[in-house]
């Protein structure tokens, strides 16, 4: 159960990621460092030994972090739930949580200005204006919208619910590790779009939660007659 105690540590501690690989990303800029200040350059270095031009399978695991893949297949759903349940509350929750992600990592990635491994390698991504690398929005997209689909489909403290977290940081990972295999993205990218995307979607389930929407509420039983 996501209780107040829980959602402060998470946003804070989320928060602090991401300022700590901020930091480390404008520190990078245009450098090919050694030691932390190099970490972005000796994981792509890693990644161009490890695939090489071989990316096939990569380019497909990564599309799990594509915004409109996932809305392709997932908005209709909460729509007809919407419908049928005669509640905007399901689709609603659902595109709060896309609109405060896609904010999150826009605003970030409008304000750096990275530029991408394949702009700039053999250095690490500068920072100049209009440039989009950082943070990476599919790792934003993974936690936040696969989080709340997971979250709005299975029953609190149940083992369905334990188990599809588990695939939900398996997906998260999958796509992290594909864009950082294929060079699309400098690992500081990723984890701080991770870290963005939980903050999108504990606060996503916190709101729900606090309206009175979520899913598994319970409703308010009927007064009785009986002493």
């Known amino acids: 159960m996501l209780t107040p105690r829980r959602l402060t540590i998470t946003v804070a501690s989320m928060a602090v990621v991401v300022a700590l690989v901020t930091w480390l990303a404008v520190e990078q800029g245009g ?5 932390i200040l190099g970490w972005d350059w000796n994981s792509v270095h890693r990644a161009r030994i490890l695939v090489g031009e071989d990316k096939a399978v990569w380019k497909t695991t990564v599309m799990l972090g594509l915004r409109g893949l996932i ?3 997932f908005l209709p759903v909460f729509a007809w739930i919407s419908w049928r349940r005669r509640s905007w509350w399901p689709v609603a929750g659902f595109i709060m949580v896309l609109l405060f992600e896609t904010g999150l990592a826009g605003g970030l990635k409008l304000a750096l200005g990275r530029e991408f491994p394949w702009q700039s390698w053999p250095l690490i991504g500068e920072l100049r204006a209009g440039e989009l690398a950082y943070p990476s929005g599919h790792a934003t997209n993974a936690p936040a919208l696969w989080g709340y689909i997971a979250w709005w ?5 149940t083992f369905a619910r334990r188990s599809v977290w588990v695939l939900v940081a398996i997906v998260c990972a999958l796509t992290s590790v594909s864009s950082w295999l294929i060079r699309t993205h400098w690992p500081t990218d990723l984890v701080a779009g991770t870290a963005l995307g939980i903050i999108a979607l504990v606060t996503g389930i916190a709101f729900m939660n606090a309206a009175g929407a979520s899913p598994w509420a319970s409703a308010p039983r009927p007064p009785t007659d009986r002493p």
């Open 153 to 157: 489909f299975t029953r609190p403290g």
């Open 71 to 73: 809305l392709t297949f």
């Open 31 to 35: 450098r090919s460092a050694t030691g």
